[in-house]
C-alpha cells in the first residue's frame, strides 16, 4: 500500500571522470584490468536463483589479444530456456505487484553501486571483452548505464504522474500496468550499458526479462548481473542466457506468453525476428510489442562555408572513436570541393597520430575490432577499393590479425556517390569520402537523403544558417539524431534520446520516457460516485 505521493531523486548526469596520469581512477581501472586478465571467470546461465553450468562451454578471449583465455561461459539448451520462461513467469506475480517505489531503489542503488564499488570492475571488463579504451569504456558502461538507471526512474515517474482530467461527480485515473507475459532482452556486444538498459527498462517498469547477451559482451554482462543482483533485483526478473540463438529465439518467440522484445542489432536479424513474430501472432495473448534500435549508415556533409578543422575532427573522432563500432559513427562524408584536401589532410595527420594497441595501456586511441569475422570482413573491403577505379586509399589501409583484430583507421575517397562503402554498413574504421562541386549544395542533400536504407544519426557542418535550414528540411527522415556542428555520435541520456527509423529501427529513443511507454499496458479507471437509476435522458421529457 502506497503511504505517500514520494518525490524520486532528480537525476543528473554521471561526471565522467578524466583517466589521466596519476588519477586514482586510473590506477584503479588498470589494477582490476590485470586482475581479470590474469584469472579465469566461468560464467554460469542465471535463471531465478540458480546459476547453472551445463559443462558446454565456450571460451572468452579479448578482441586484442585472440589466444588468450579470460574464462568461460556455459551455453543452454532448449529446456533451460523453457525453465527461464516458467521462472520469469512465476516471478512476475509478485514483481508486477510490487510498489512502484520499491522498483526504483533496487535500481537507484544498482546506479550507485556502477558509479562506486562496481566502476573499476564495469570498466575493466569492457576493455577486455569489447576492447575499449578506458575512456570509451568510462563514457559507456559506467556513466551512459548510471545514467540510464537513473533518468529512467525519473522518467518513470512522470510517467506514472500523466493522470486525465475529471469531470463532476467521477474520477477518471489511469495504471500503468505491466505486459500480460514476459519481454525477450537481445543486446549487443558494442555498448554495456545497451546490454543493461534493455532488460533493465522494462524490468522497471514491472516486466520480467529473458536477457540474451552478445556471445562477445559476456565477460562485462557478467558484472551487470552481479550489479542487479547486489542492489536486490528479486530472482526470476532478470534472467541470462546464452546459447544457439537461433534455439533460443525460436523458443522464447514460440511461447504464448511472449509479450516484447527489446533489442539492438543488425537489421537483419531484426527483420527476421519481426517475421517470426508475425507467423506466430494467433498463438500469442497479447500483441507483442517491438522496438529494436538496428543498423547505420551515418552521414557527416559539409557546407563549403564549415570550418575545415572543425569537419575533421568530428571526422576523426566519428568515424574511429571505437573503432567505428557504433550504430552511430560517421561512415560516409560529403565534402566541398574547396574544402576537401583541407579537411582531408587534417584528418590523415590525425590518424598518423593515432596510437594502436591494447586498452591497458591508456595512451592507446584505437584498440581491436571485435572478432575475426568482422576483422575478415573490413580487410576485404579496403583490399577491394585498392583495386576499383573509383576508389581510392587516401589514408590507413592497413590491418594485422596475427596477435588481435587491429585494422588501421581508413579513408576512402571515392568518385562514385553509390560506391558500395557509402551504401553497405561496415561497423569498423573505414569512412568513405565524396568530393561535390561547392554549388550542388541541394543535390548533395538529396544525395544524402536516397544513398542509405538507414537512418540513424547524422551531421551537418556550415557556418551558413540558410543552407543549414535548407538542410533541416532536406534531411528530415535522413537520422533520427541529427548534430548540427557537432560529429553524430555521442548522445548523452537524458539529453540527447537515441534511435533512427527507416532500416534503423522503431524510434522508440532509448533514454527517454518514450521508451519506458512501450513496456506497460495502461488501464482507464473511471469511477462514478453517484450512479445513475434511471435509463431515462432530459432530452427524452
Known sequence: MGKGF?????????????YAPGTPEREAVLQQYKAYFNSQVEVPLYIGSEEIFTGNTRSMSPPHDHQHVVGVYHLAEKHHIENAITTALEARTKWAAMPWEERASIFL?????????YRAKINAATMIAQSKNVHQAEIDSACELI?????????????????????????????YRPLEG???????????????????????????VVWKPSNNQIFSAKVIMDVLKEAGVPDGVINMVYGDAAMITETLLSSPDF??????????VFNNLWAKIGTNIGSYKTYPRIVGETGGKDFIVAH?????KQVATAISRGAFEYQGQKCSAASRVYLPKSKADEILSFVKTDIESFKMGSPED???????????SSFDKLASYIEQAKKDEDATIYAGGNYDKSKGY??????????????????TELFGPIVTVYVYEDDAWEETLKLVDETSIYALTGAVFSQDRYALSVAMKALQNAAGNFYVNDKPTGAVVGQQPFGGARASGTNDKAGSAQNLLRWVSPRLIKETFVTPEDYRYPFLG
Open 109 to 117: 542503488k544498482a546506479a550507485e553501486l556502477i558509479a562506486g564499488p
Open 406 to 423: 587491429f585494422i588501421q583507421p581508413t579513408v576512402i575517397v571515392t568518385t562514385n556517390p553509390k560506391y558500395k562503402t557509402m551504401e
Open 147 to 175: 545514467d540510464f538507471l537513473r533518468f529512467n526512474v525519473q522518467y518513470m515517474g512522470d510517467i506514472y504522474s500523466d493522470q486525465p482530467e475529471s469531470s463532476e461527480g467521477i474520477w477518471n485515473r489511469v495504471e
Open 182 to 208: 514476459f519481454v525477450y532482452a537481445v543486446t549487443p556486444f558494442n555498448f554495456t550499458a545497451i546490454a543493461g538498459n534493455l532488460p533493465t527498462s522494462a524490468a522497471l517498469m514491472g516486466n520480467v
Open 259 to 268: 509479450a516484447g522484445i527489446h533489442f539492438t542489432g543488425s537489421t537483419d
Open 6 to 18: 514520494f518525490q524520486i531523486p532528480i537525476a543528473v548526469n554521471e561526471p565522467v571522470k578524466s
Open 304 to 308: 563549403p562555408s564549415a570550418h575545415a
Open 362 to 372: 591508456p595512451s592507446n586511441f584505437i584498440t581491436a575490432v571485435i572478432h575475426q
